[in-house]
């Protein structure tokens, strides 16, 4: 188990942009907006900014096989697993449309062998624009 107090949010990003890319679900320990603990094993499917400069995973929840919104800095640990993703990837039908406000979409090109913690500077560097 990682504590992301005991590393730098761009180490917990490449985890975890790694985890995606590896298809490995990640357990993770997440404080709730009021204040709560929760322990979720989850499926990350993408990684977004909000227009307030959060960082969030969306992904898959393995209890409810909903897709959710976990913020990066409400992640108080994680552990990454070595085995693949059950639960089916949402398709376009299952997103909901455009209504959600606060989010920005930061465009962000890279080559497809892009390492992980490269991808995590590009971003950095977009948002930083």
Not at 12 to 37: H, W
């Amino acid at each position: 188990m990682r504590h992301t107090k005991n590393e730098t949010t761009t180490q917990t990003l490449t985890r975890l942009i790694t985890a995606l890319d590896k298809r490995q679900p990640v357990t993770i320990t997440y404080t709730k907006a009021d204040g709560t603990e929760t322990i979720r094993t989850i499926e990350i499917h993408d990684v977004i900014v909000t227009a307030a400069g959060d960082i969030v995973l969306r992904a898959a929840d393995r209890d409810t096989a909903e897709m959710r919104s976990f913020r990066v800095d409400r992640i108080q640990a994680y552990t990454i697993h070595r085995s693949a993703y059950t639960l089916a990837r949402p398709t376009a039908v299952d997103k909901p449309a455009r209504t959600t406000t606060g989010l920005a979409t930061v465009t962000v090109l890279y080559p497809v062998d892009c390492p992980a913690i490269a991808r995590v500077e590009l971003l950095a560097d977009a948002l930083a624009a």
